[in-house]
């Protein structure tokens, strides 16, 4: 039998489809990530999925967001279900603008830039900044939608390390200096700051003024993508890297964790030039971000106790946190470690040497367990070793059966 991409296959592959010679290039780097490929067989109901990022949206008041949205479309219905601007619906902008003043952010709501999720803004961003062949600079491992926008508009990413306290600045300078020995000034550095996804850490508060001096010093852009920073599970926020430097850092937003994931609303705070860029490249994806959830996001915040609610996920996220490195500490083989993350979603794996995980996975879910294996997070196959966990989405019960299962999984690996 031959091996999926190896050269008879591809060439099956090119006879089936007519249209694959009219294709532009960057759809070369388009493809499917391994954590939406494992997505139809993780969700059958007899396999715990520790692999997907899905919010725990049972936490929400159905009841009175139902209330809620009858009552926007009966008395605001002609505009909520209207066109609107590219930049998104005003009263909204301004309550974003309170929102990120928790993280100390002081900023104005003609910068900011309502997407569909973050994920647009990402996309926005690589699109407004990178041709082909340009360099970017992401932690390693890093975020897999945002690796899939740099790919697709064909941006070389240049890992950067991490260890337990976030983005270590010296590796980050190097890569720096590195990138522009090559002729090739990175054109931003694309960091997760707080509880990252997939790696579970946060830069440390000292660290944050260091790597904003570098990349100041180096003239490279800072983009800070900050989904989880409310959702720190001793209440704790960090200042975001924005509020320390509101010239060279364009921030990303979401009410994906904090609200809702399948409204699809999420923001950029930019600066003004950038802001504006970014508006035209709105413009000509989608003419606007939908009004219609803008206004139900908006009718949220000052309608109820959204504070209340961001306490009640971090709560349910912390039991589910809790339930997970319990069960790793107390099922886990001899050499394997784990990030403990103090807020967000997702735990990190390393397992011994010898286990290959993305290998091991068919076997995981024959035993009824899914993860993310870790080389879908580098953009040069690192990972091999490593696991994403997520503990938001399965009660605290199933975790402690997923880990248990992939523990067995990982010791028949390991011939224990
Ligand atoms: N950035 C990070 C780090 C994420 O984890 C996610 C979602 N998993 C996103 C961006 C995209 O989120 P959304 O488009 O739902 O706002």
């Known amino acids: 039998m031959t091996a999926p991409g190896s050269q008879p296959a591809r060439q099956g592959a090119r006879s089936l489809d007519p249209h694959l010679r009219r294709y532009a290039r960057r759809t070369a780097g388009m493809t499917a990530s391994e954590i939406r490929a494992l997505f139809a067989v993780a969700s059958r109901p007899e396999v715990v999925s520790l692999a997907g990022g899905m919010p725990h949206l049972a936490a929400l008041p159905l009841e009175s967001l139902s ?56 996309d926005m961003v690589t699109r407004i900044f990178c041709d082909p062949g340009d360099v970017v600079l992401a932690e390693g491992p890093s975020y897999v939608g945002a690796l899939g926008s740099f790919a697709a508009y064909q941006a070389n990413v240049v890992h950067v390390t991490m260890d337990d306290a976030g983005l270590v600045p010296e590796a980050l300078r190097e890569a720096i200096v590195t990138a522009v020995e090559r002729g090739q000034r990175p054109k931003f550095l694309y960091t997760i700051p707080n509880f990252h996804n997939p790696a579970g850490v946060t830069l440390a508060a000292e660290r944050r003024a260091e790597i904003l ?38 921030y990303l937003g979401s009410f994906s964790k904090t609200f809702a994931s399948g409204l699809r609303v999420g923001w950029a705070l930019a600066p003004h030039a950038v802001r504006e860029k970014l508006v035209l490249a709105a413009e000509s994806a989608t003419l606007c971000p939908p009004t219609f959830n803008q206004l139900v996001v908006s009718r949220y915040l000052s309608t109820h106790d959204w504070k209340g609610q961001i306490k009640t996920y971090r709560e349910a996220y912390r039991e589910r946190r809790d339930a997970m490195l319990g069960a790793l500490e107390q099922h886990m083989p001899p050499g394997c470690t784990w990030t403990r993350p103090t807020g967000g979603f997702y735990v990190w794996l390393t397992a011994p040497e010898g286990v290959d995980t993305k290998a091991m996975l068919p076997r995981a879910i024959t035993q009824r367990v899914a993860y993310a294996s870790g080389t879908g997070f580098y953009a040069d196959r690192l990972g091999s070793r490593q696991m994403r966990l997520s503990y938001c989405y399965p009660t605290p019960e199933r975790i402690r059966e997923g880990v248990r299962r992939l523990a067995n999984v990982l010791e028949d690996e390991l011939e224990l």
């Open 67 to 122: 209330a809620e949205v009858g009552q926007l479309i009966a008395s605001d219905g002609l505009v909520a279900l209207q066109y609107g601007s590219a930049q998104g619906v005003p009263e909204l902008r301004e309550q974003i603008c309170e929102i990120m003043a928790l993280e100390g952010i002081s900023a104005h709501p003609d910068d900011v830039v309502v997407t569909v999720g973050s994920q647009m803004a990402l």
């Open 213 to 250: 001096d570098i990349c100041a010093e180096h003239e490279v852009l800072v983009i800070e993508d900050n989904p989880y920073g409310l959702l720190g599970f001793d209440g704790q926020t960090y200042p975001a890297l924005r509020s320390m430097d509101a010239d060279n850092v364009v």
